[in-house]
C-alpha cells in the first residue's frame, strides 16, 4: 500500500492502540516532525517553516481532529488522516467507508487506513512535491504578462525573445532551454483565444513552458465544469470561439485548465510567479484562499467607481526574499515596487505585451496590432 504525503502537510495518525501508533510513526517518519495533539503549538512551528508535521491522536478525540483542521487551515497546508485499526476483514471493510466518510466530513482532504492485522511492512509512505515546488528549475525563463487572446502580438514577442514560432501550426521551439511562464488570463476580450491556447498548451505538452491561473482562466474553467457564471467581460468571446471547435478539444483545454496552479516558486525560492501576486507568507504552499488571493489580489470588499473591486497594494510593503513576477493589473508599463514587477501592459487594450527575462532582469515588449476591447477604468 502506498500512502501519497504532500512535502508540506499535517498528517494525523489515528488509532487508539499506542504501540501500533508508536511502531508505525518510528517505521515512516522523522522524531523531529512527530508530536502528540498536546504539542499542537509545536507542530504549528514546524508548518510555519514551511516543514512536515505529523501529530498522532485517538480515535475518540473530536477535539483533536478540530485542531488539526484548524490547523492545516491556518497554515494553508493539505490534511493527511491516517487511520490505524486491527479489526478483522470482514469488519473492516465494513467501517472502511465510514471511517473514510467521517473523516473527510471533518475536514482532512486525503485519507488512509492501514490494518495492522496484516502487519505494516507492505505500507510505503511516499513524500509528493506539490505541484507548485519547482525549486529545482533555475531558468533561463521569459515571464510573459496576460495574453487575452491576442495571439499576432504572442508570436511577435516569442520571435523577439529568441524561440522559433510556427503561428500556423500553433508550435514553438525554444533556443538555449529557455522557459517561457505565463502570468494566466490566457482567455477572454481579445482575437485569437483559440489559437493562443492550442500555442500555449503545445507549448507546456513539450515541458517548454509554464502557465498560473488566472482569474479569467477560472472563470472559463468553471463554466466548462457547467458553473452558472456570468457570461461577461469578454468570456462571451472565448465561449463563441471555443463553439467552433470540437468536443474532444474543448475537454483538452478543461483538463489543461483544472490543472493549473495558483503560483510557481522556481530558482530555489528566488523567483514567483502568479497572476496578481503573492505576498511572502503564502509562496510554496497551496489552498483556497491562496488560490483565491494569487488570482485576483487583495481587495478592501468594497467595489471602486467602476464597478470593479477595490484592490489593494499587497506590493508597496513587500519585503520578501524572492523576486514576484505578475500580472492581472494592466499598466501603460511594467511596474516595479520592491522586489516585485508587475508586467501586465494591457496589450488587449491597445497597449503592449510583455515579458519579463530572469535572470538577466530584462523587459522586452511589443505593440499591440488594434484595440481589440475598451478598457472601462483608465490605464495609467
Known sequence: MEIHVPELSVVAIIGDDLRDKKSFLKKNFKQEE??????????????????????????????????VIELSKKQ????????????????ENHMRGQWEEKLKKKGFKQVYEINMQ?????????RIKLSNNKREIKGPFDIIGDVHGCYDELCELLEKLGYEVDAKQHQVHAKSGRIAVFCGDLVDRGPKIVEVLKLVMNMVEEGTAYVVIGNHDSKLQRKLHGANVKVIHGLEMTL???????????????????????????????????????????????SKVIRDLAMFGETTGKLDEHGFPERLD???????????????????????????INIDTGCVYGGKLT??????????????????YESVKPIV
Open 34 to 67: 512527530i508530536f502528540s495533539i498536546e504539542e499542537e503549538k509545536k507542530a504549528e512551528k514546524r508548518l510555519k517553516a514551511g516543514q512536515l508535521a505529523v501529530i498522532h491522536l485517538s480515535s475518540k478525540d473530536e477535539n483533536g481532529y478540530k485542531k
Open 76 to 91: 494553508h497546508v493539505l490534511s493527511v488522516g491516517i487511520f490505524i485499526t486491527k479489526q478483522k476483514r470482514d469488519e
Open 118 to 126: 496484516g502487519g505494516f511492512e507492505d505500507v510505503v509512505i511516499k
Open 240 to 286: 463563441e470561439q471555443l463553439d467552433k471547435e470540437s468536443p474532444t478539444f474543448i475537454m483538452k483545454v478543461q483538463d489543461f485548465l483544472d490543472g493549473l496552479v495558483s503560483h510557481y516558486v522556481f530558482d530555489e525560492g528566488r523567483l514567483v510567479v502568479s497572476h496578481a501576486g503573492l505576498k511572502e507568507k503564502f509562496h510554496g504552499r497551496e
Open 314 to 340: 499587497w506590493s508597496k510593503d513587500y519585503k520578501g526574499k524572492a523576486l514576484v513576477v505578475y500580472g492581472h493589473t494592466p499598466r501603460a508599463e511594467a511596474k516595479v515596487s520592491n522586489y516585485t
Open 355 to 372: 515579458a519579463f527575462r530572469y535572470p538577466e532582469q530584462e523587459i522586452v515588449s511589443v505593440k499591440a496590432k488594434a484595440t481589440y
